[in-house]
């Protein structure tokens, strides 16, 4: 089993920064990619970014590109999603994935954590 806590959400104005963290637990995810997702109302979850635990490659969705940085610390077991000029069609609940599938790591997942951006 992984464990995944996400946390960092918030309220931010169009155009802020965000940072979200996802830390990992459990048994090794050394070989797993570890991502983030976001749903908002209505819609299909959607693939944001991964990385590579192992390698740091990392993988963009059409979202995550451009404005979103992912990134890893293996020495706090933790990936971070950067959002920069942020846009209220940003706005959904943010989950972390992990699992095997660089663009679909989604064998476990976090409880999500909310990010609304106002205009």
């Known amino acids: 089993q992984v464990q995944l806590v996400e946390s960092g959400g918030g309220l931010v104005q169009a155009g802020g920064s965000l940072r979200l963290s996802c830390a990992i637990s459990?048994?090794?995810?050394?070989?797993?990619?570890v991502g983030w997702f976001r749903q908002a109302p209505g819609k299909e979850r959607e693939f944001v970014a991964s990385?590579?635990?192992?390698?740091?490659?990392?993988y963009y969705g059409d979202s995550g590109k451009g404005r979103f940085t992912i990134s890893r610390d293996t020495a706090k077991n933790t990936v971070s999603l950067q959002m920069n000029s942020l846009k209220p069609e940003d706005t959904a609940i943010y989950y972390c994935?992990?699992?095997?599938?660089?663009?679909?790591?989604?064998?476990?997942w976090g409880q999500g954590t909310q990010v609304t951006v106002s205009s």
């Open positions: 994935g992990a699992g095997t599938s660089n663009y679909y790591p989604g064998n476990y």
């Open positions: 459990g048994r090794t995810f050394s070989n797993y990619a």
């Open positions: 990385i590579r635990w192992s390698s740091s490659g990392t």
